[in-house]
């Protein structure tokens, strides 16, 4: 498995706030659902196509 790439993110705090509830609501880590939107973003609009975690 390859190694994760770490970044900073500025996000407004009233995006973070919602996103961190979602990511409760869902039984998900804040960080792991982001990863999960992003990833569901990416395979939605065809420019990623790769099997794993997050299908």
Do not use: Y
């Amino acid at each position: 498995m390859a190694q994760k790439k770490t970044f900073v993110l500025r996000v407004d705090p009233e995006v973070f706030k919602a996103v961190e509830k979602w990511a409760i609501d869902e039984f998900r880590s804040t960080n792991g659902h982001l990863e999960w939107i992003i990833s569901k973003a990416l395979k939605e609009s065809g420019r990623l196509k790769i099997k794993g975690k997050f299908e």
